[in-house]
């Protein structure tokens, strides 16, 4: 006869919720897997710096594994450069439903101004105008190099990168010493200390060998070194698009490796993992549709964000390559159908910062892909709120493909909050829930995941992509 020890233990862990590291719950053979994802993910990470540096490597990424350009069974969509559409045509007719992930590729960083470059005491700067919320202090006394593009008048594209390379110089927003920075910076609120004015690039203190009487010698040698390398002048910063990030690779953290720290990461770690899925899923059941958008950071405006319909657009369009003639509610019957994944990170519980924290309820590092029913702030404002079917549902195919999640939310209630495209694409009417790996630092120059997340994450999407009914 049991004991009671023995009974009250097999009643615990046949009722109560235990979650358990991901790093307890996989084979070695998995545990190798998650170490090669980690390893082409530091790679793409690394190179994929701004949202068409993204969709470039995405694309390269893309044709390797046989999709088209041209409509197929598998194939894709550039939308101005910016964003991207990934299709994989199911057993199912796309007016069945379709399994939709969307993700975002555009990330916090400084955009250089219409008007840039200036002179002042004999240093050149860059003024920048913030994308994004940031922590302004972050930005300085760091090194950061200028990622971009700038289109000419005749609509030649000159692609340019200054940071990346060893051998290139960097950029920096410079601080303000400690020994005088009591007033202007000590004595007030963090958010104050250093105001978004003063976040400029100095590039440049040599003078242009002349006449010392003329003004701005420093601005000007800064122009002749742009015209001579890439053939700019001062009027090309109108039509430039040009982001200041943080320069170098993304990293290995900790002495047992097992994180990687590195800039983007929200959101380009979903985007990572949902390409890495949607390229190994072959004849689903459902149609595909995998988005990588632009523009979530600053709420998703613009025709390259979520709030854009071009999406009705990909589906209308897709409709048609599968013989249907879409007429009145065809595209919306379509989404009403449909099952989607709002790929987008969530904040991981830092240990020193417990007081924002719900314990309870919020995710942890290494415990696998985070399942957020509900994002928002305060009284669930401006969040989708996932129904209790779809996590039922969810959950089951989560379960029967090994998939470690943890379900969580983003702190304390009156703490503050979050949102995500889910909001966006459930006007649509599709059922629709965030789902992503935590990060610590999230929005930082250099955020930290956990390599065991990010798998799981993969893991995830992909099982998804794959699910039947």
Known sequence: MASREEALKELKEKLAYTPKPVWDQVKEEEKEAIERLAEDYRRFLSV???????????VALLKRHEFSERPSARFYQVFRGKSLAVFVAGKKPPYYGLRLIATHIDSPRLDLKLHPL???LDLAF????????????HWVARPLALHGVVVKPDGSRIRIVIGEDPKDPVLTVCDLLPH????VQGDKKLSEAIPGEKLNLLVGGLPLVGSTEDKERVKLSVLK???????????????????????GPALEVGLDRAFIGGYGQDDRICAFAALAAVLE???????????FLDKEEIGSDGNTGAKSRFLEKLVYDYLKIWGVSPQGDTVLETFLRTRAVSGDVTAGMDPHYLEVHEKLNDARMGYGVVLTKYTGHGGKYMANDAHAEYMAWLRRVFSEAGVVYQAASMGKVDEGGGGTVAKYLALYG???VDLGPPLLGMHSPFEVAHKADLYMTYKAY???????D
């Open 48 to 58: 994929a710096k701004t949202e068409r540096e993204c969709v470039e490597a995405m």
């Open 118 to 120: 200036y002179e002042d």
């Open 126 to 137: 860059f003024k920048t105008h913030y994308y994004g919320g940031i922590k302004k202090y």
């Open 180 to 183: 005088l920075s009591r007033k």
């Open 225 to 247: 070194l742009l015209h001579e390398k890439y053939g700019l002048t001062e009027e090309d910063f109108v039509s430039a698009e040009l982001e200041a990030v943080p320069a």
């Open 281 to 291: 899923t072959r004849e689903p059941v459902y149609s595909t549709l995998v988005l």
């Open 430 to 432: 599709m059922d629709i």
């Open 462 to 468: 992909r099982t998804f992509l794959s699910a039947g």
